[in-house]
């Protein structure tokens, strides 16, 4: 489809102007980033995978009644979505001790919590996310009381929904980030997973190794970010079980 106007440019993804009223196109870059930005590289084939992981993710969560701003794929790198006001929190659900969780607490990397641990970020890079309660949230007026019962009640399904599809395929969930907007249909609004859900936004381990298949592969250093993805995408059927190693991974349709 032909260019539109930019909207905005991001680390991991471009939004463009959508082709009709109310939707966005996201197109989802190679670029991979970690530490706020301090460690960069570009990797080829990324984008492609966290396209088609995303779409494969936000459908699912739209069968079971979970809403999302997900309309449909478009090629490899590109899908419409419903355009929706982000509200500015990054939305944390903690299900294993790792990554500021254990640097915070001193908790032993893969420790299994007493339940799930919902936390929330102040969106903004120049802060470095910093992490807020929802105190802040209400005296800033980022969202209301009745906005966070809903965001709590929303994190909490796609913990249940996302913790099953992987355990099914040998992947342990340790933690995952996801964005919630604001959708206006008329004088009403209604909440929806919004951005992503990747092995970006994920820390994904194998259940039998411990071997990390998600962004941790990149701050880490522990080898090919290209192949930890396409495992993921692998075991949940995305890719051929038998595809071959590459470094720009052909996705089925």
Wanted: net charge neutral; charged share 30%; hydrophobic share 40%.
């Amino acid at each position: 489809m032909a260019r539109r106007k930019k909207i905005y440019e991001g680390k991991a993804k471009i939004l463009y102007e959508g082709p009709e009223p109310g939707t966005i196109v996201q197109y989802f870059k190679d670029d991979a980033t970690a530490f706020n930005a301090a460690k960069k590289d570009v990797i080829d084939g990324k984008g492609v995978l966290n396209n088609r992981l995303s779409e494969f993710f936000m459908t699912g969560l739209n069968q079971i009644g979970v809403p999302t701003h997900f309309i449909r794929r478009l090629n490899m790198r590109e899908q419409l979505v419903r355009s929706c006001e982000i509200i500015p929190l990054e939305i944390i659900v903690r299900n294993f001790a790792a990554g500021s969780l254990s640097k915070r607490l001193g908790i032993e990397e893969g420790t299994q919590l007493p339940r799930p641990i919902v936390e929330y970020c102040y969106k903004d890079d120049k802060l470095g996310d910093p992490l807020v309660t929802e105190e802040h949230i209400a005296a800033f007026g980022w969202a209301s009381q009745q906005d966070m019962d809903d965001v709590l009640s929303l994190a909490l399904r796609v913990n249940d929904f996302m913790s099953g599809l992987m355990l099914g395929v040998g992947i342990k969930l340790v933690d995952f980030k996801i964005e919630i907007g604001r959708v206006f249909e008329g004088d009403f609004q209604r909440l929806v997973i919004a951005d992503e859900i990747s092995p970006d936004s994920c820390r994904l381990w194998d259940i039998e190794t411990g071997q990390k298949l998600d962004k941790d592969v990149f701050r880490r250093d522990l080898g090919s970010l290209t192949d930890a993805y396409s495992e993921v995408a692998r075991r949940l059927g995305v890719l051929p079980q038998n595809a071959t190693q590459m470094t720009k991974p052909k996705l089925i349709n």
